[in-house]
């Protein structure tokens, strides 16, 4: 099956930062997402993303399914995007309703 | 406020005893998933139904049962048999945004076994 990787794992920054997380996936694939959980569990849908970019205020986020690889990009970084950052992935021969989970980057944001 | 609700947040259970999972949708989704979640690590899934009365299994289906007689409902049962229970259980539904399946998550449910 395919294969998520995840960086960083951990990530520490100072209020007002910006960040880069990426996502690595071994197979093609037609449905790509990624979700914020925060630290009581609650998983946020951030952005359906299986090419190209889109942004959301100060989220922006990149695949390039060709590279096989997706970026997370925070500005700006709140105390409140602290938690855990998921990339999903779905496709590549598989049934489009099965996504599978990277081991997710843990992020803390520091006042 | 259409959403997913999950219950109980917060459930302990003794060995050998089957707990059942509740979880409800009110945004008119087709498919509905549970996940597991153990600490540090990501979500893998146990079961997910596409349709009413039809479901299959996921990546870690042994010791778990669901039903899905309603459109809103995806109940899940952790039965004994399931060697190692204590987790963080989360349902998600779906709809074909794009032609694709983008997952909305309930708050989910923490089980523990003494």
């Known amino acids: 099956g395919i294969q998520v990787e995840q960086s960083p794992p951990d990530l520490i920054l100072q209020e007002g930062a910006n960040s880069t997380l990426r996502c690595n996936f071994s197979d093609s694939v037609n449905n790509l997402q990624w979700f914020h959980q925060n630290p009581w569990g609650q998983l946020i849908n951030l952005f359906y993303?299986?090419?190209g970019t889109k942004q959301n205020g100060r989220l922006s986020a990149t695949t390039v399914a060709t590279e096989r690889y997706s970026l997370l990009y925070i500005s700006s970084s709140q105390t409140t995007d602290s938690g855990v950052y998921f990339c999903a992935v779905g496709g590549g021969g598989g049934a489009t309703n099965k996504l599978i989970f990277g081991t997710g980057t843990l992020l803390a944001v520091q006042p | 406020d259409g959403g997913i609700t999950q219950s109980p947040k917060y459930l302990f259970r003794k060995e050998g005893q089957n707990v059942t999972l509740s979880c409800e949708q009110n945004?008119?989704?087709?498919?509905m998933y549970w996940y597991r979640q153990d600490p540090g690590q990501g979500l893998r899934l146990i079961y997910y139904?596409?349709?009413?009365?039809?479901?299959q299994k996921g990546d870690i289906a042994e010791g778990y049962s669901v039903s899905r007689e309603k459109k809103e409902s995806f109940p899940l049962t952790v039965t004994s048999a399931q060697k190692n229970p204590t987790a963080f259980y989360l349902c998600a539904s779906s709809s074909r945004t794009f032609g694709a399946n983008v997952l909305t998550f309930g708050a989910g449910s923490r089980l523990t076994v003494l």
């Open positions: 945004l008119n989704h087709d498919a």
């Open positions: 993303i299986p090419s």
């Open positions: 139904s596409q349709i009413v009365n039809d479901f």
